[in-house]
């Protein structure tokens, strides 16, 4: 794997996975999935200022340099871009806005976050122009809008999804998880539980239902919103829905945490009609 720090030392035409850093195994999944699809895999770590609501949280990003490095090596990237703020950012880049999904669920908890997000991604697609791009799901809001951005202003780039990677006990892989101490360890496995009695659920009322009763079981936990969506619009899903997903965010010792999982579920009564 060859390490660079600027755009120009690398080619057109690679399979893209951008980061923040603090790589875990979720990282390593993208990596290899890339490597799956190309011989040219571009891996960035570049912490973006422009995505954080405040300050504190951007300093207490974690910062594991010596071990990104190896987990991007060891897990198919090819390439691993460090860039400088001054590269993504030089004094005439256009900041650009995530629209109006971008401000509800998670962007009406982080005002501007996903701002940010879109900013800093049309910047690295603008200087990289890779052919494809590989994205997790765990970010499922994300993931929706740098799929809008694509469809918008990079049409020949693909986005590809790739399935959220969780512990044992199914706790979603996250940098931020890194900051969580023991105790907060154990409560944050009230998140799956409560998605996943959700998803088995027998109607949409039932799974909205459950998620906030066994979400609200853990005291450590403080809920900012679970809901179930349509996945073409965000809208709230319906009966009519064909593809839902619930959504839930939260926060623990001041450490912020996400998921979501596919739905199937209907909104009739099990044996009504």
């Known amino acids: 794997m060859k390490i660079v720090n600027s755009v120009a030392e690398l080619d057109d035409g690679c399979t ?53 490095i190896e987990i991007a090596r060891d897990s198919g990237a090819t390439h691993l871009w460090l860039p400088q703020q001054s590269e993504i950012y030089p ?25 940010g997000v879109v900013t800093v991604v049309s910047r690295l697609f603008d200087l990289l122009r890779p052919t494809k791009a590989i994205f997790g ?38 940098s931020r998880n890194i900051r969580l101490n023991k105790t907060d360890r154990e409560a944050a496995t009230v998140i799956f ?15 909205r239902r459950v998620i906030f009763e066994i979400s609200s079981q853990e005291p450590l936990f403080k809920l900012d919103y679970a809901e179930i969506i349509n996945e073409g619009n965000f809208a709230i899903a319906t009966q009519s829905t064909l593809k839902q997903r619930a959504i839930i965010a939260g926060w623990l010792n001041g450490v912020r945490l996400i998921d979501n999982m596919e739905m199937n579920l209907s909104s009739e009564t099990p044996g009504a009609r």
């Open 137 to 174: 799901e765990k970010d499922f809001q994300q993931l929706f809008l740098i799929r809008k951005l694509a469809k918008s202003s990079y049409k020949d780039l693909e986005i590809i999804a790739a399935p959220t990677v969780r512990e044992s006990d199914g706790l979603a892989l996250s």
């Open 91 to 115: 004094d005439n880049f256009t900041k650009r806005f995530a629209g109006p999904i971008g401000e509800i669920f998670e962007g009406s908890h982080r005002v501007g976050h996903f701002d």
């Open 193 to 207: 539980k409560a998605l996943v009695a959700a998803k088995n659920s027998q109607t949409l009322e039932e799974a």
């Open 16 to 68: 893209f996975v951008p980061t923040m850093g603090a790589l875990h195994a979720g990282h390593a999944s993208l990596f290899t999935a890339a490597r799956s699809q190309s011989d040219f895999v571009v891996a960035s770590i570049f912490v973006n200022p422009l995505q954080f609501e405040n300050s504190k949280d951007l300093e207490l990003y974690p910062r594991t340099p010596e071990r990104d």
